[in-house]
């Protein structure tokens, strides 16, 4: 009797004659490569180091692309990227020690967005491996130990024949719901070595659906149908499994309003009659939302910005559809979910069926509630009016012009890539990125110098449209360096750096804090003469001439600076 994996496990003749006659030369690391190549990789990003030689070498034999940054944690911001972008695990590779431990800020945000990146880094000699003090070059006492608090794996390669095994473990890990990096060691001496083990061809490493279970679906289910005041807020675990269409579906068959993360920006269309948009740090938005008799969260866990610095307390049933497993109910009771978005909306849909398909005291398909008679667009219209007459109060007209200008000058289906820097903080609340899947930026984990370098790997991935990098001048200086590779790879990413001559969000913290400011000012280059000494053509605008400078750039081929000094401010809190 023959059975299906007979077929897939009998190597043809062909296979069995170049599995026993291997190409001569080949080392460890041209198995960590071919691995790549047989998971479906196409591009990496690193770094090369002393003990990473023998994966490096590998790649000169090999069809994959590779990008290489100037800065590990760089190197890191860019895989991220590449992985938001693309839906697939973005290999990196790094040396051992230092060069490990300089990516670790990167990791620490791709785990926090739940982006897939696979690290795989070099470690000293196998000898040097179990906590002895044997002096190598690089040498620590647990490498991996300083990645297991922040990765979602780690997996340690002794033997050359473990590579393929390690890093489809990895690999699978990384792409299953949530996302995340993961960290791969191999031992320098593992690497150089010789080997005559067959090729790698293709490696299976389907990653798992996370299905939810039926049972709670039908309870989820029955609390929105019967709901009076429902709401949702969509995370990024709705972007990242590419859900929106799910999402707006359900919100319409509800009639509920939605309110998008500052991570699930482009979840939900920005001027959709339902759409809350995203001003999470807002009490008239936190008080809507503890208002709902019932909120489905979906994708998000509720963390610190999400819930206006955990001011927020809703009062109604909460239903939180979530990935991350330790998400779930980690901030506040719900029925809880564990499951992939994109899935676990598709089931909703179906339970709930079409408009009017189950009786009950819910919505109807007029959009009518038993206990408010105003429509979902008619709640989010009064909601949105309340919101824009807090910020009309307060002179911000500058900061909103700006992001106007920033708006009008890139293309709809361009990605842009926010450091940790004021205007930043305004897009959050305020930016439309106008197709899901479009806005960035490091407030995973709150880390400065993501945008400039993220930038770049979203401009490998896609290197027929045009990005844009937003910075603060302090966040600038973390990646200035990677001018060089962006000339390098001549990719189409420009540069927008707001200078105003410090870190300005501490100040204004500081300030409003002690009355005065320590370690917030900083000397900086001119922008300008910096980028044209690494041959990048760069221009200092105005506010008013912001919109066609940042036009002219994006529309150019290659990188670009446009440099704006400004000094712009906060809206005020609502959370103190």
Known sequence: MTHDHDLVLRPSKAQTEAA?????????????????????????????GQHALGMFDAL???????????????????ADAYGRITGEAAPLLVSTGPGALTSLAALQEAAAASAPVLAISSQVPRAGLGGGRHGYLHELRDQQASFRDVVKSVHTVRAASQIPSALAAAWESALSAPHGPVWVEIPQDVLLAETDLPV????????RELVPRPELTAVAAHLLH???????????????????????????????????????????????????????????????????????????????????????????????IEADLGKLESNHPALGIHADARIALSALLETL???GSVAGPGSG????????????????????????????????????????????????????????????????????????????????????????PAALGAAVADPGTPVLAVSGDGGAMYSIAELATAKQYDLPVTWLIVDDGGYGILREYMTDSFGETTGTELSRPDFV???????????????????????????????????LPALLRMFAPTHL
């Open 226 to 320: 019967g709901a009076e005041r429902p709401a949702i807020i969509a995370g990024g675990g709705v972007v990242r499994s590419d859900a929106s269409g799910k999402l707006r579906a359900l919100a319409e068959r509800l009639d509920a309003p939605v309110v998008t993360t500052f991570g699930g920006k482009g979840a939900f269309p920005w001027e959709h009659p339902l759409s809350l948009r995203s001003w999470l740090e807002d009490r008239h938005t936190t008080d809507f939302l503890e208002d709902a008799d019932v909120l489905l969260v979906v994708g998000s866990g509720l963390g610190e910005l999400s819930s206006n610095y955990h001011t927020f307390a809703p009062r109604g049933r909460v239903i939180q």
């Open 200 to 207: 790698v061809t293709a490696v299976d490493a389907t990653p």
């Open 365 to 452: 398909s007029d959009g009518q509630r038993a206990g408010d008679a105003r429509s979902g667009a008619e709640r989010v219209s009064t909601l949105l009016a309340k919101v824009g007459e807090r910020i009309a109060g307060q002179d911000l007209t500058l900061e909103q012009e700006v992001l106007a200008a920033v708006r009008e000058a890139l293309p709809d289906d361009s990605p842009s890539f926010w450091d940790m820097t004021i205007l930043a903080y305004w897009a959050w609340s305020a930016f439309d990125p106008r197709q899901p899947n479009t806005m960035h930026s490091a407030q995973g984990s709150g880390g400065l110098g993501y945008g400039f």
């Open 60 to 78: 000169r034999r090999s069809p994959l692309r590779y990008v290489g940054l100037r800065v590990e944690n760089n190197a890191g911001f860019a």
């Open 20 to 48: 026993l006659n291997p190409p001569a030369g080949r080392r460890g690391g041209d198995l960590v490569i071919e691995t790549l190549k047989g998971l479906g990789a196409t591009t990496v990003f690193g770094l090369p």
């Open 353 to 355: 069926g079409p408009p």
């Open 529 to 563: 003469a910096l980028a044209e000494s690494f041959g990048v053509p760069a221009v200092r605008t105005t506010p008013g001439s912001l919109r066609e400078d940042l036009a002219k750039s994006l529309a150019r081929s290659g990188p670009s600076v446009v440099v």
